[in-house]
């Protein structure tokens, strides 16, 4: 079945690090990558997205780039805000299916 | 309006009550879904709804019942519940349930049932 691996955290950086979160995906298909993005106390919220290979998704200084040789969609972002501070989902969607497969989450804290 | 609205956002419930949760969104999406989340943990799928006709149960205990009465409203209705059953159950909705299925989600109803 899909399945979505993404890098243990937390994740702690200093403001104005360079962030990377990895993520690789296994799937039938070609399935649609996003990254979602969970403030506390709050839903997931869409942070971009990516429907075929080498697209490349971005949204708020984040981006990230849909590789099928590697089968990754890894998350970066040239300079980090307290403000990110937040749990990172990536996850897949393979087509015609309603489900939408999560990774484990990866937790951003961001230090002044 | 962008919003998927669920109340309420707290719920306390003994383990005999019945209780529901409610979701409305009135973007005009099609698909209307449950999912369950525990601390620290990812969402977990429970129900899919399309066009008002429940297409997925991920085996869900029968405590948990699901319903749409029209196609902006969802509601979990919640009876005989676990302690264990205690989450942040979160409602979500997409425009048609196929394709790149980007998902909405409303801030969710943390249950906590004694």
């Known amino acids: 079945g899909d399945s979505v691996t993404q890098m243990e955290g937390p994740v702690t950086l200093s403001e104005e690090a360079f962030l990377t979160i990895n993520c690789t995906y296994t799937?039938?298909?070609?399935?649609?990558l996003f990254w979602y993005v969970q403030y506390p106390g709050e839903g997931l919220q869409l942070l971009l997205k990516?429907?075929?290979?080498?697209d490349k998704g971005s949204n708020k200084g984040f981006e990230a780039t849909y590789r099928k040789e590697t089968t990754s969609f890894h998350l970066e972002k040239g300079s980090v805000q307290v403000s990110d501070s937040a749990v990172y989902f990536c996850?897949?969607?393979?087509?015609?299916?309603?489900?939408?497969?999560f990774g484990t989450g990866t937790k951003l804290q961001v230090i002044p | 309006d962008t919003e998927v609205t669920q109340t309420p956002k707290h719920l306390v419930m003994g383990m005999t009550n019945k209780k529901s949760l409610k979701c409305e969104q009135h973007?005009?999406?099609?698909?209307m879904y449950w999912y369950k989340q525990k601390a620290k943990k990812p969402p977990e799928l429970m129900f899919v709804y399309s066009y008002e006709k429940l297409s997925i149960n991920e085996s869900v205990p029968s405590r948990f019942s699901p319903e749409c009465p029209n196609s902006s409203l969802l509601n979990l209705h919640l009876h005989a519940l676990q302690p264990e059953d205690s989450a942040l159950y979160l409602c979500?909705?997409?425009?048609?349930?196929?394709?790149?299925?980007?998902?909405?989600f409303g801030a969710g109803s943390r249950l906590t049932v004694l």
């Open positions: 799937a039938t298909g070609y399935p649609s």
């Open positions: 996850a897949l969607s393979s087509g015609g299916y309603q489900k939408v497969t």
């Open positions: 979500a909705s997409s425009l048609t349930g196929t394709g790149a299925n980007v998902l909405t």
């Open positions: 973007m005009g999406h099609r698909a």
């Open positions: 990516a429907t075929k290979a080498d």
